[in-house]
T-cell receptor, first 114, second 114 residues
Framework: EDKVVQSPLSLVVHEGDTVTLNCSYE??????LLWYKQEKKAPTFLFML????IEKKSGRLSSILDKKELFSILNITATQTGDSAVYLC??????????????FGKGTLLTVNP | NAGVMQNPRHLVRRRGQEARLRCSPM?????VYWYRQLPEEGLKFMVY????????ESGMPKERFSAEFPKEGPSILRIQQVVRGDSAAYFC????????????FGNGTRLTVT
C-alpha cells in the first residue's frame, strides 16, 4: 500500500528556533514530492522536489529530497509565530494504470510560541 | 486572478439529506481534484476530473458519492443520503496540466452531518 509518513506529528518551539520536519514514503513509480503549508484554510504550495540532493530554498524555508533513502526534510530557520501551521508532505506517484495522484501524509502541526 | 473557489464554506445536513459541494477552478485550469480531510488525518484523494470526464475515481466510495465537471460551470461533488461519517472538510484543487504542476487548493467546504 502506498504511504507517506511524517514526523513528528506535532512540535512546539520558541521564536527564533530552527526546526526540521521529516517525510518518508513508500510508493510505486514515484514522480515528485511536494510540501504544503496549511493554516486554517487551503493548503498553500511551498516546494516541489523531483531530484535527489538539490536543495530548494525560499526565504527561511528549505527542503531536500533523498530518493535513495526515500525521504525528504523541510527546514525552517529563525522561526516566527506566523510559521505556526500544519505542514503537509505529499508524494506524486502512479496509481493504477496511467494516472498519477498525490498521496498525503497526516501532517506535522508546528506551533511557534513568542 | 481568483484562486480556487469553493462554496459553501460550511454546510450542515441532517442524516439522509443530500449535500452538494461546488468548486470553480482557477482561471485557465482544466484539471480538478477532490480531497477529503478528516480530523487528525491527512488529505485523502477522492476523484480527478477534466472537463466532462472522470479520469480517476479510485478514491470515491462506491455508493452515494458522485462527481462531475461539466463543460460549463463548476465541478460538483454530490453526496446522497449523508451519514455522520461523511462529516469532514472537502477540498478541491486545480492545476493546468494534471499532475505535472502543483495543485492549488480552495479553502474547502466543511460538511457537518447531524
Amino acid at each position: 500500500e502506498d504511504k507517506v509518513v511524517q514526523s513528528p506529528l506535532s512540535l512546539v518551539v520558541h521564536e527564533g528556533d530552527t526546526v526540521t520536519l521529516n517525510c518518508s514514503y513508500e510508493v510505486t513509480n514515484f514522480r515528485s514530492l511536494l510540501w504544503y503549508k496549511q493554516e486554517k484554510k487551503a493548503p498553500t504550495f511551498l516546494f516541489m522536489l523531483t531530484s535527489s540532493g538539490i536543495e530548494k530554498k525560499s526565504g527561511r524555508l528549505s527542503s531536500i529530497l533523498d530518493k535513495k533513502e526515500l525521504f525528504s526534510i523541510l527546514n525552517i530557520t529563525a522561526t516566527q509565530t506566523g510559521d505556526s501551521a500544519v505542514y503537509l508532505c505529499a508524494v506524486e506517484h502512479l496509481s493504477g494504470g496511467s494516472n498519477y495522484k498525490l498521496t498525503f501524509g497526516k501532517g506535522t502541526l508546528l506551533t511557534v510560541n513568542p | 486572478n481568483a484562486g480556487v473557489m469553493q462554496n459553501p464554506r460550511h454546510l450542515v445536513r441532517r442524516r439522509g439529506q443530500e449535500a452538494r459541494l461546488r468548486c470553480s477552478p482557477m482561471k485557465g485550469h482544466s484539471h480538478v481534484y477532490w480531497y477529503r480531510q478528516l480530523p487528525e488525518e491527512g488529505l485523502k484523494f477522492m476523484v480527478y476530473l477534466q472537463k466532462e470526464n472522470i479520469i480517476d475515481e479510485s478514491g470515491m466510495p462506491k455508493e452515494r458519492f458522485s462527481a462531475e465537471f461539466p463543460k460549463e460551470g463548476p465541478s460538483i461533488l454530490r453526496i446522497q443520503q449523508v451519514v455522520r461519517g461523511d462529516s469532514a472538510a472537502y477540498f478541491c484543487a486545480s492545476s493546468t496540466q494534471g499532475m505535472h504542476s502543483p495543485l492549488h487548493f480552495g479553502n474547502g467546504t466543511r460538511l457537518t452531518v447531524t
